[in-house]
């Protein structure tokens, strides 16, 4: 497996990408390296995002530590947050020069730090400015740029709201639209609070969709089977899965087969856990003397085994600090040989 610690020659262009239909979402502390490689040994086809990277981390901050990735991670594509357009050209272009597939723009996180750096959900209430920004980061890239946006901000909920937000932004180019299609208040909730008591509102997205045909329209929030993938995929183009892929991973195990028509048998949960040791042992001889620790990796692989009976017991196995501390990533089937696996 190879990880890409400098600029690469090999281009977006040069791939075959697979289509938006399924994708993870961007989640902080948690949609890492490890986290995507671990979910790409489940799934081929779904599109991964990264952590949302600031453009101050980019421009003033340790570019290799933010871009660094695994060339199997593709598609994958590469979260900005900022509001500067020209501090967003340049870590787009960034991103397009270590190979991401895509750059996307926070437009959705509440939070209050995001909000303090004048980004994130607050962006909504400034669509010409994320026009410019969209605008300033499609100059400087071939990579799609895309938004990812809640429907609204406190109390501007309506339809009209988030419709004229993306009409606004796509007069400068943008032609894809993650919807997390919930409201985003932005004081007085915190982000887990923003993501659990605002109303979901589907139709928000599916209007879109109906409004401008012409445009990709992804919808995310609160999706967590395969019944309301199927369900949302008859109005939007793509759904996109946020903790319940982390929290559940091998739901993603029949999205090849199932969404993107790939022959190949999904591999079982013991040939992901299989595939994943060489990964370990190899990341832990490479970055073990700067900090890298067993943990790092396997707390992302928690869920695996979600449903079956014996999880609990795989998961007390891989959270148990005396035996994390050994570094042996060979724990990963310790763990699994605690319960009997489905064929």
């Known amino acids: 497996m190879t990880t890409i610690t400098a600029p690469t020659a090999d281009t977006t262009a040069a791939r075959k990408l697979p289509s938006r239909r399924l994708s993870v979402a961007p989640m902080m502390d948690w949609t890492d390296r490890h986290c995507r490689v671990f979910h790409r040994e489940i799934t081929k086809h779904t599109w991964l995002y990264t952590e949302m990277v600031t453009t101050g981390a980019l421009v003033y901050g340790d570019v290799e530590r933010h871009l660094r990735f695994n060339e199997e991670e593709h598609p994958v594509a ?3 947050g900022g509001s500067d357009p020209a501090d967003l050209a340049t870590s787009a272009r960034l991103g397009e020069k270590w190979g991401y597939d ?4 926070n437009c ?7 909000q303090k750096g004048a980004f994130g959900a607050c962006l909504m209430a400034e669509p010409q400015l994320v026009a410019d920004c969209v605008k300033a980061m499609r100059d400087a890239v071939s990579i ?3 938004v990812k946006h809640r429907i609204g901000i406190d109390d501007s909920e309506s339809y009209e709201f988030v419709r004229d937000f993306v009409g606004t932004v796509a007069e400068a180019g943008c032609s894809t639209f993650i919807v997390h299609a919930r ?6 909730l915190s982000p887990k609070e923003n993501r659990e008591i605002p109303p979901l509102k589907y139709e928000y997205a599916y209007r879109l969709k109906r409004e401008f045909p012409q445009f990709e329209i992804l919808i995310n929030g609160g999706i967590k089977t395969e019944a ?16 319940e892929a982390y929290h559940n991973p091998f739901l993603m195990a029949c999205f090849d087969q199932r969404y993107y028509g790939d022959p190949a048998a999904p591999k079982t949960r013991e040939q992901v856990l299989a595939a994943m040791v060489p990964y370990i042992q190899a990341q832990l001889a490479k970055e073990g003397g700067r900090g890298l620790k067993l943990n790092s990796i396997t707390r992302h692989m928690l869920g ?7 999880a609990r017991l ?3 196995t891989l959270s148990d600090s005396k035996k994390l501390a050994l570094g042996d990533a060979n724990l990963l089937l310790e763990a699994a040989s605690r319960l009997t696996l489905p064929a």
């Open 102 to 105: 895509e750059i996307n723009l």
């Open 144 to 146: 799609d740029v895309t």
């Open 78 to 80: 590469l979260q900005l």
């Open 314 to 316: 795989f998961r007390q």
């Open 183 to 188: 409201n985003a208040i932005l004081k007085g």
């Open 108 to 114: 959705g996180c509440p939070s209050e730090r995001v």
């Open 304 to 310: 695996l085994m979600q449903g079956l009976p014996g």
């Open 228 to 243: 309301e993938i199927d369900q949302h995929l008859l109005h939007v183009d793509g759904v996109m899965l946020g903790r």
